[in-house]
């Protein structure tokens, strides 16, 4: 009954900020590494983020790194990711997927993955 559901997708402008979550029901996110993927048309798929299941380490992509953070609330089950100065670069359908205590960057590593949700950056 393991169950991943993203929310906060939509449209941003350039240059505003983003937030995403990532609510777990069925486990507990305090064994499990989380990651955030995004893929946009034509694109290969990229790892955008990973918080390890102690919440002590995390990774971003280069392209991200600096104006973005993840973060864990265990009382709510929910990791969440915000994108600060997001470009129309960041536009991509993003997926949060968790597999055991570390991250890893290759996405066959997430056994459970969210449906996935649209962002898109635009004026």
């Known amino acids: 009954q393991l169950q991943l559901v993203e929310s906060g997708g939509g449209m941003v402008q350039p240059g505003g900020s983003l937030r995403l979550s990532c609510a777990a029901s069925?486990?507990?996110?305090?064994?499990?590494?989380i990651a955030w993927f995004r893929q946009a048309p034509g694109k290969e798929r990229e790892g955008v983020s990973c918080?390890?299941?102690?919440?002590?380490?995390?990774t971003y992509l280069d392209s991200v790194k600096g104006r973005t953070t993840i973060s864990k609330d265990n009382a709510k089950n929910t990791v969440t990711l915000q994108i600060n100065s997001t470009q129309p670069e960041d536009t991509a359908l993003y997926s949060c997927?968790?597999?055991?205590?570390?991250?890893?960057?290759?996405?066959?590593?997430?056994?459970?993955w969210g449906q996935g949700i649209q962002v898109t950056v635009s004026s």
């Open positions: 918080i390890s299941s102690a919440g002590a380490t995390a």
């Open positions: 997927g968790v597999r055991k205590w570390v991250c890893s960057p290759a996405r066959s590593l997430y056994n459970n």
């Open positions: 069925g486990f507990a996110l305090n064994s499990y590494a």
